[in-house]
């Protein structure tokens, strides 16, 4: 499966502010996805983003909220704009694997623990 | 619309004893995928198992085994011989042929007790 890092590991923010989170895949991959734990929950998934296109929003998320880039294969990034308290969660990204057997499912990166103060 | 129940929340045993996950979907999807995931207290969530809705054998790897019965659209998963590195939360999940969205499960939070 791909290898998945993500930027910052964890980070403790002031209400109001923006938080830009990176996505590193080290190979090319179609989709990515990026998902929001909020504390003690499940997943929820925020919205996928393909490489040249606007990302796709779940219901409920909107993207002056949770604006996403894709400016390549390899790398995504997620901002959390003007926090708030209820924004503290972990946020992951994912990725499917790679044609074949590992197609159809989805690798997770370590993840960025956020608290909003 | 799809749904995946854990209803066991929380779930210690002592060290060595076998505990089973409980998970139970719901789909219209004639064909789907159901997963495995383990969540360390790291936090990083770590696949273990997908199953397609057409394959129902029953997969052992090592100490884990998956029961997967279409009939009960239960997708059990068995740890025996539990050691202390196997607490976690366990995540079921499911998602439809060519549909990327996964649908997790609220989790359970499995604590080995040395």
């Known amino acids: 499966s791909a290898v998945i890092s993500q930027k910052p590991s964890r980070d403790i923010c002031q209400r109001g502010t923006s938080l830009t989170i990176q996505c590193q895949v080290d190979s090319q991959v179609t989709m990515m996805f990026w998902y929001r734990q909020q504390p003690g929950q499940s997943l929820t998934l925020i919205a996928t983003?393909?490489?040249?296109?606007?990302?796709?929003?779940e219901s409920g998320f909107v993207i002056d909220k949770f604006p996403i880039s894709r400016p390549n294969l390899t790398f995504s990034t997620l901002t959390v704009s003007n926090m708030s308290p209820e924004d503290s969660s972990i946020y992951l990204c994912s990725v499917e694997g790679s044609p074949g057997p590992q197609e159809e499912t989805q690798y997770f990166g370590p993840g960025t623990r956020l608290l909003v103060l | 619309a799809q749904k995946v129940t854990q209803a066991q929340t929380e779930i210690s045993v002592v060290e060595k004893e076998d505990v089973t996950l409980d998970c139970v979907y719901e789909t219209r999807d004639t064909t789907y995928y159901l997963f495995w995931y383990k969540q360390p207290p790291s936090g990083e969530l770590v696949f273990l198992i997908r199953?397609?809705?057409?394959?129902?054998q029953n997969e052992i790897s090592g100490r884990y085994s998956w029961n997967f019965q279409k009939s009960t659209s239960s997708f059990n998963f068995t740890i025996t011989a539990s050691q202390v590195v196997d607490s976690a939360v366990y995540f079921c999940a499911l998602s439809g042929f060519g549909n990327e969205k996964l649908t997790f499960g609220t989790g359970t939070r499995l604590t080995i007790i040395p």
């Open positions: 199953r397609n809705s057409f394959d129902e």
């Open positions: 983003a393909n490489q040249g296109s606007e990302a796709t929003y």
